[in-house]
């Protein structure tokens, strides 16, 4: 790949305006907040001060674009291109240029005043990432004279996005012990019920969602690890298999110059966290990249297989993904000209035939494997609502799952119909439409996953789609795909206008979050654990069965002691069967509630809010509240609440019960 080169006064012209324009954006913005927050400006320096900075970066910025117009245009662009003098002995400054180009972004959105002040005003976050970003690109140019311009940006572009993206899951890497997040405590949970004899003593079904995910997560219950291990590890696999994707393509590609590569790899890891792809559902995409040949027919079978097998116990709308990779990158390295219709397309059909009914057998072994009693439940997904609105913008996604999805795959397309354009005599029409029909069909999946109700607050579910883009996007931006005329492809040059829409999206997906910590008192943490065994040993004394909705971790990691396990009703569950509306299973939920079948409920505190559709994942809320809370608190009553912890005990009404 060759990018065509601004010129050097159009380089300029484009820093000078997108700064002045960041600068006044960020200036409407925090005016638009003052306001709202009933602000007077006349009275407060800081908000003045700001306001007055920004509007004189603003103005500088917008007067040096119009000076580019002036006879002072050269002494503008060399006043700006200062590290092209500095003397080679004082090079040694980048040293400390850069790493602070590289950490400003991040330092800065870990200090609590400006994740107050400025988390919610996005052009503030996006002047102060640009002004990081310029810092950078001029700490390049002075260790680096020859590095052009453009690639300078791009490479501090990537390198901040990416440090970010890797600081933002290590502070969660904690011991503090209750669950920090909605899904956090199933991710902890789920994973030992592979291991429940070692774990509990005691056999238990294995998990209905994503057994792949927790059978990786599985391992540290191997040498009775303590929570932030468990953490430490998530997190850990997380970046390796997302990242390992990168090498596995890389090996497929001839990319020139070892800069080069580690630029197009750092991109390529930052678009697959974009959605991002579950870790889990990067292994089959891995396998098939390593193992797939043209070639030998019995080794990309077995990739096939393998992927197949793994897809399977993972998830539904990845059954057909193996067969799909082997079939795209057939089309991709096998050119059509000269062979019979059928036999050419024999191979590639039979992979993805195979490869899906493989995972669908797959899919019923784990089912008979699970011990789980109800089948049905694996298929709750299937009888879910589709929320169409989500679509387009809405309270729990800001940009809509379709404009998100063509904001994030646009350029890419645009790139490819470049690159197609120019070599248009390299392809068969035939070889065209099938590796555009996969994407298709992945596109058109993705969203209706997308829009079942639990879903549509990012774009991990268009993963699969995602992955076959970036597959089909490297083999022909790096010409690796095989010509009609079996000679040797040939690179197409991309304006670069085109190679910076390429990074925005994924450049930005990670930007907009803050770096947390987790700070918390010891003292008073193992306070309310002490606090939660009292109330375990009076449930025990009684006789009763304990219920853990939430918090399981705390049973699996044995923080909590003489707590027998029950299985069901663990919260996760129960939201996919309310979601899906199972009518048995809930029925069976309510009559444990009415009959009062524990003694103590370990839940969140259950708030009964029925929420409008205009407010953030309110159907979710909704079915929840009316399908599970609601058979909860007319049967049982709030017994102690630690907010802290985020955590609620319900123990039986007595005498009339009172609904809410």
Known sequence: MNIIQPSRLTFWRSIFALSAALAFLSVTQILGSANQLGVDLSASKSWMGLVVLLSFIGLLSFLFFAATWSRYRERILSLAEFPERVSSDLHWISIFVLPLALVGFSLVFRLPFAQEFFGGLGWMRFLIFWSFSLIGMWGIKLFHRDTTWLIALIAIVLCQSTLHLLLIYWPRVTDYPFAMGWSETSRYYYPSLFLSEK?????????????????????????????????????????????????????????????????????????????????????????????????????????????????????????????????????????????????????????????????????????????????????????????????????????????????????????????????????????????????????????????????????????????????????????????????????????????????????????????????????????????????????????????????????????LNNVALVPEYEREDLMEIAMSDNTPYLEKFRADMEHQRFALIVVDPLNYNVLSKNRSFAEENNVWVLRIMKSILCNYREEAVFPAAEIALYVPQEGARQCP
């Not at 209905?208 to 291990?229: E, G, K, M, Q, R």
């Not at 690159?419 to 999946?445: C, E, K, M, Q, T």
């Not at 209706?448 to 699969?464: F, Q, R, T």
């Not at 076959?468 to 690179?491: H, K, N, Q, S, T």
Request: charged share 10%.
């Open 199 to 559: 774990v509990y003593g005691h056999g238990y079904p294995w998990p209905i969602l994503h057994p792949t995910l927790h059978l990786l997560l599985a391992p540290p219950y191997l040498f009775d690890a303590p929570l932030w291990v468990h953490r430490a590890w998530q997190v850990a696999l997380r970046y390796v298999l997302v990242g390992a994707v990168v090498p596995a393509l890389m090996t497929r590609l001839s990319i020139p110059g070892r800069a080069t590569r580690w630029l197009v790899g750092i991109w390529m890891f930052l678009f697959l966290f974009m959605g991002p792809i579950y870790f889990h559902l990067a292994i089959p995409v891995i396998i098939l990249l390593l193992g797939f040949s043209s070639q030998n027919e019995r080794r990309t079978w077995v990739a096939v297989i393998l992927a197949s097998i793994w897809c399977g116990w993972s998830r539904l709308n990845w059954y057909p993904m193996p067969g799909m990779i082997a079939a795209v990158l057939y089309l991709m390295e096998v050119p059509y000209r000269g062979k019979n219709l059928w036999s050419y397309l024999l191979k590639p059909a039979l992979w993805f035939v195979t490869g899906t009914l493989i995972a669908l057998v797959g899919q019923r072994i784990y089912v008979a494997l699970s011990g789980v009693p109800d089948i049905g439940i694996f298929y709750t997904s299937l009888a879910s609502d589709l929320l169409w609105y989500r679509l387009w913008p809405n309270a729990s996604y800001f940009l809509g799952i379709l404009p998100g999805a063509l904001l994030a795959s646009l350029p890419i397309w645009i790139a490819m119909f470049i690159v197609i354009r120019s070599r248009r005599n390299d392809w068969h029409p035939l070889r065209l439409a099938l590796i555009f029909a996969a994407l298709l069909v992945l596109f058109l999946g993705g969203l209706v996953v997308s829009l079942k109700i639990g879903g549509g607050a990012n774009l991990h579910n268009m993963d699969a789609y995602f992955s076959l883009l970036l597959i089909i996007f490297a083999y022909l931006i790096f010409a690796r795909y095989r010509p009609e005329d079996e000679g040797v492809a040939r690179p197409v040059s991309l304006h670069w206008l085109l190679i910076i829409s390429l990074i925005v999206m994924p450049a930005w997906s990670y930007l907009q979050f803050n770096i947390g910590s987790v700070n918390y008192n010891a003292a008073q943490t193992q306070t309310v654990l002490t606090q939660l065994q009292g109330y375990i040993d009076q449930a025990n004394a009684r006789g009763g069965e304990i219920l853990f909705i939430t918090q399981r971790q705390l049973l699996s990691m044995h923080m």
